[in-house]
């Protein structure tokens, strides 16, 4: 008899080809599905509803309940509870004393870091770099994962138009594309190389899908998109966190065209099942499956729980709708057993694939990577990226540290250890920031540094610290202004009606514009601000969103020139909220509007009689362009670009084209520009935006040289949902490659 007996050479083949695909991510069939299968055989309906369930810290308010409770599998994860002992203790009943010996899934906000936090993740955003990205989103999962935490829920990828809405901070920005690349790196930082490594997490894509079209930018409320607008723009970054291998999705607070979308089939099984084919763990948002019977969707919870389940969401966050109903719905038969499992399946495997059945507890000693040095220079240079100069007049910045005698560092937020950390920082601690006040300090030395806060915090409305605010500006060579936003005017719930610079900020700045000294206004805040009148009596203002641990560090070294400021908008600036929505990738409408038409409201006659002649899109107060354009941002030296080329004029429907285009540093400074592409599709079955971004590059120029830039543009990179199908359309384009989306290099081209 012929028996195979594998010779060691092909053992060792064998071993190496699953290391490798382990370390690559590669898709390998790793035995989750035949484990979740016999394990829901094993399972009791008790012990499945217990997986079905996130409870939080503090749920059981008696220690001896709580671990009761996880050794009869109450419960298959655990929201906020941290620390490695105490996760190792709560995994060791879960895995040695609940009957079958599942392991929990421990979840916390980790959005823009751990204890070294990166800035807001718009501004990582604004840096357009997704390297970086993704090695600040390994470290804050390497950070997080030394405290038991297996699943960070981010990336928060929700698309908005509205810089009301306070969560506007902790998304990627207006454009799907950008906010796809990004998306991607996050979710490959989040998850590393291989799941299983400690240093890896669960990455949780969120929240899925519309939240960021909350009406009026008011947060948790009524989403109404377009089904083109929903597969364009909201759903393209989810579909890049599915294809990095995004284990989980949460499901929104919102509804979405009159569906909770915690309950919405369409939503959460014809796209994500069934169209993209994701396998992994659905969780709801916190309580929004019971408030599904808020939304008038379900008359009880038991309703809401049944419609929640027969959409496919399979952990409920927080709250006990599915413990208190899974009985009696099944009773009723109002949902299946099927659908438990394949629930229980779907969390099985995630905890599987972490590798949390073999090893589900932390290193203690892995902590002391925590604020690792080379962490929070990471953390300093993404903050150094994702600052936007947003005006330079007269060359004022950099100033020259041996040049100066000294300057007045005034406003709340130079010396704010907390504010400058922003929203979701629940784990960063404020004595570990290092602020701007500091830096500049430690930089150029105490003796040259006149400081006055000016205003206490930025809602302070009190000015009698003005005048030595004043004084101080009179005996310096130039006035650095940080003001902006305390952080707790963004993130979840912290929506504004009004989005200038609250409290007197705006005073303070036009009393010492009055100074005439050079006014250098840093902006450090969790939206794109209404700031026209400041941006006006500024002579350099560098937007630094909350730049996180590091912001002062990293605005000391563009302050004074050690690097130039190279970040650029991932958000139009509106010139007030009334302009809202206005993103640049708008419709062209049949009366575009331009200067020859557009008369300012104070100009118009009295008594002018109406006619349509000259009746175009705009407002007679704002005009028809926003405050800046997406994609904006200036650079200490200067970016010319010139040469486009296209490979072809032409392009095959299954086609591409290469374009190139060359940029030149012709300042003084080496520095780094953000190459943009963006197209137009003249016509299509439907409308198409004036502009569509398609690609984008970061690249360092070193002064005095010139590079060359270049992107593969395919025609399926041209697809989009027209009501119907996906598809590119045939015809005539326009293709741009320049500094941002209002200005570059044009050429046209033609699909066939
Ligand atoms: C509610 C937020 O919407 C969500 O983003 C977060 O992950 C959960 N709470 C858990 O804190």
Not at 151 to 170: H, L, S, V
Not at 196 to 220: I, L, M, N, Q, W
Not at 283 to 306: H, L, T
Not at 555 to 583: H, N, R, W
């Amino acid at each position: 008899m012929n028996t195979f007996k594998p010779s060691l050479v092909v053992l060792f083949l064998l071993f190496a080809l699953l290391a490798n695909s382990c370390k690559t991510g590669a898709p390998v069939n790793d035995g989750a599905d035949t484990m979740a299968e016999k394990m829901v055989a094993r399972m009791t309906l008790d012990e499945k509803i217990g997986q079905m369930s996130q409870l939080f810290d503090g749920y059981f308010g008696d220690y001896e309940q709580f671990k009761q409770a996880i050794r009869e599998g109450r419960f298959g994860s655990l929201l906020n509870y941290l620390g490695a002992d105490k996760v190792n203790e709560a995994q060791r009943i879960a895995v040695e004393e609940s009957r079958l010996g599942i392991p929990l899934l421990i979840g916390r906000d980790v959005i823009h870091g751990y204890r070294t936090i990166f800035p807001i993740p718009l501004g990582m955003a604004a840096s357009w770099n997704p390297e970086a990205v993704k090695a600040a989103f390994r470290i804050a999962a390497a950070e997080a994962s030394t405290q038991g935490i297996n699943w960070a829920f981010a990336p928060m990828i929700d698309i908005t138009w509205d810089p009301r809405w306070g969560r506007i901070a902790e998304g990627c920005g207006e454009d799907p594309y950008l906010a796809s690349t990004l998306a991607y790196a996050m979710v490959e930082g989040l998850q590393g190389d291989s799941l299983t490594d400690p240093a890896s997490v669960a990455a949780c894509a969120k929240h899925y899908a519309g939240y960021g079209f909350a009406e009026a930018g008011r947060d948790y409320n009524t989403t109404y998109i377009a089904e083109p607008v929903l597969r364009n723009v909201v759903l393209k970054p989810f579909k890049a966190a599915k294809d990095a291998g995004a284990l989980t999705f949460m499901s929104g607070f919102n509804e979405l065209n009159g569906i909770p979308v915690s309950a919405d089939q369409f939503i959460l099984k014809q796209i994500l099942r069934d169209e993209w084919g994701f396998e992994g763990l659905v969780i709801s948002d916190w309580a929004s499956v019971p408030q599904i019977v808020d939304q008038g969707y379900a008359v009880d919870e038991k309703d809401a729980a049944a419609k929640a389940i027969n959409a496919g969401l399979d952990m409920e966050m927080a709250t006990t709708t599915y413990f208190d109903n899974i009985k009696t719905l099944l009773d009723e038969k109002k949902i299946t057993m099927e659908q438990i499992d394949n629930a229980v399946k779907n969390i099985l495997r995630v905890k599987y694939k972490l590798g949390l059945f073999e090893n589900p507890y932390v290193d203690p000693e892995a902590e002391k990577k925590i604020l690792d040095p080379s962490f929070l220079e990471h953390a300093r240079m993404v903050a150094r990226q994702s600052t936007v100069m947003l005006k330079n007049d007269s060359n004022t910045l950099p100033l020259f540290a041996d040049k100066i005698s000294s300057v007045a560092v005034i406003g709340p937020l130079a010396d704010s250890p907390r504010d400058q950390m922003g929203t979701w920082s629940f784990d960063g601690l404020p004595e570990n920031s290092v602020t701007p006040l500091e830096a500049i300090r430690d930089m150029i030395g105490d003796r040259k540094v006149n400081y006055v806060q000016g205003l206490k915090y930025s809602r302070d409305r009190t000015k009698d610290q003005f005048s030595a605010a004043m004084a101080a500006a009179d005996r310096s060579d130039a006035i650095l202004l940080f003001i902006g936003e305390e952080w707790i005017l963004s993130g979840e719930g912290q929506s504004r009606g009004n989005i200038d610079l609250p409290g007197a900020q705006s005073e303070l700045l036009t009393a010492l514009a009055a100074t005439g000294k050079p006014l250098v206004v840093i902006i450090m805040a969790g939206r794109p601000l209404a700031i026209g009148d400041e941006l006006k009596e500024s002579d350099a203002l560098l937007y630094a969103w909350h730049g996180g641990t590091m912001a002062g560090p990293a605005l000391a070294d563009l302050i004074f020139g050690k690097e130039s400021p190279s970040g650029k908008l991932p958000v139009t600036f509106v010139k007030g909220e009334g302009q809202i929505p206005f993103y640049y990738y708008r419709k062209n409408t049949g009366r575009p509007a331009s200067d020859r038409t557009w008369t300012p409201i104070d100009e118009i006659p009295v008594e002018n009689p109406q006619s349509s002649l000259g009746y175009e899109s705009f407002h007679l107060d704002y005009g028809y362009t926003p405050l800046l354009p997406f994609g904006y941002g200036l650079s200490y030296t200067t970016f010319t670009y010139s040469d486009l080329t296209l490979s072809d004029d032409e392009m095959s429907i299954t086609g591409s084209i290469t374009v190139k285009a060359t940029v030149t540093n012709g300042g003084e400074w080496d520095a780094d520009e953000i190459v943009q592409l963006y197209i137009r599709d003249r016509v299509g079955s439907i409308t198409r935006p004036i502009k569509e971004l398609k690609g984008y590059r970061r690249i360092t120029i070193p002064k005095g040289e010139t590079a060359e830039v270049e992107f593969t543009l395919a025609a399926a990179d041209l697809a989009f949902f027209n009501g119907r199908e996906t598809l590119t359309e045939p015809g005539e384009f326009d293709l741009w490659v320049g500094p941002n989306s209002d200005e570059g290099l044009h050429a046209e081209f033609i699909v066939r």
